[in-house]
């Protein structure tokens, strides 16, 4: 299969995903590229790092459970300071915190990510951010350090703001039972980053230390992740969401009698990934919504291939299956 042409067309694409690329149109790429231009997102070149990623080997991440079921706001919450979002007998409740504003969008999704890895794997609740922010950028898949108004440096340092002074609750609630855990993101956060001059090293280490709470849930209920298809498909924040979703929710319907399946509605997925919850009895949002939602699932299919799922008319029906990081890949 030709993945690309030289001339930009992803005609072939279509055909082996037909409706992957529906509704989009590419602008034609820069030539020859500018250097800039090398970092520049475009819908040909997610995909084809999507179709890039081999099968084995991968690169091993973490997302606490309650966070891959519960997604954080996509867009700009503007002056609230409060954010619910319910899914079953989950709740998250985010609090903005000291003179920030909620953190949203796409950064936030891969900041826990990256921070749920590290708590993960070291076991500690001091992490450890590095000596330049451009080398921090890199760990989360941001190759362009461009400092603009509207650049990923200026975003990200007003996301590691928003995100690491706000406090969450997390809300497990049947009939009954209630259990409820609230911390704060981060107790302390130490940022010696010169955000002038992205890849200056600084003397001291930036760190930030978990809220004790948060950290013990992130320990006890891990959701393994590959690090390569969340920075592949960084630029979404729905893709994001639907990946963590259904790392947990697949392999939760594996059982030792076979694979079960689940069906939603898109009203329920809209009530739990949309932009705004209270508009999933709108049949002209919904709809909109899962336009987008089954091109992201196109995408992840092209690096996740045992995904499987099924659209009746009105549902999402996915199944059991192995998910993106085998367990074996995993270990102890």
Request: some cysteine; glycine content about 8%.
């Amino acid at each position: 299969m030709t993945r690309k042409r030289d001339d930009g067309d992803l005609s072939s694409i279509s055909v082996f995903l037909p409706g992957i690329m529906e509704g989009v149109n590419l602008a034609p790429l820069p030539t020859p590229e500018t250097p800039q231009g090398l970092h520049h997102h475009t819908t040909g070149k997610q995909i084809e790092k999507l179709l890039a990623i081999p099968q084995d080997s991968p690169d091993i991440g973490f997302m606490t459970r309650l966070l891959a079921l519960c997604s954080l706001p996509r867009t700009d919450p503007g002056n609230r300071l409060q954010y619910v979002r319910e899914t079953g007998p989950y709740s998250l409740v985010m609090i903005a915190g000291g003179r920030n504003k909620l953190p949203y969008g796409n950064l936030p999704r891969l900041l826990l990510a990256w921070v749920c890895t590290e708590a993960v794997k070291t076991k500690s609740r001091e992490l450890q951010l590095g000596h330049s922010l451009a080398a921090f950028m890199r760990e989360l898949g941001m190759m362009s350090d461009s400092g603009g108004s509207r650049a990923d440096r200026t975003r990200l340092r007003n996301q590691i703001d928003r995100l690491f002074n706000a406090s969450v609750q997390l809300i497990y609630e049947t009939p009954g039972r209630k259990r409820t855990i609230s911390s704060t993101v981060a107790d302390e956060t130490d940022l010696w980053w010169d955000y002038k001059s992205p890849t200056q090293d600084t003397l001291w280490q930036s760190r930030i230390s978990l809220g004790e709470r948060l950290f013990q849930e992130i320990i006890a209920h891990p959701v393994p992740l590959d690090m390569r298809i969340l920075k592949a498909m960084r630029r979404s924040s729905l893709g994001l969401d639907l990946y963590m979703w259904l790392s947990y929710k697949t392999f939760s319907l594996l059982t030792p009698s076979g694979a079960k399946s689940q069906q939603l509605s898109w009203h329920q997925l809209y009530a739990q990934f949309g932009k705004d919850p209270a508009a999933a009895g709108d049949k002209g949002t919904v709809d909109n919504f899962r336009t987008d939602a089954l091109r992201e699932l196109r995408k992840l299919k092209l690096c996740w291939p045992t995904l499987d799922y099924e659209t009746p008319k009105g549902f999402l029906k996915i199944r059991g299956c192995m998910p993106s990081v085998p367990p074996k890949a995993i270990g102890k």
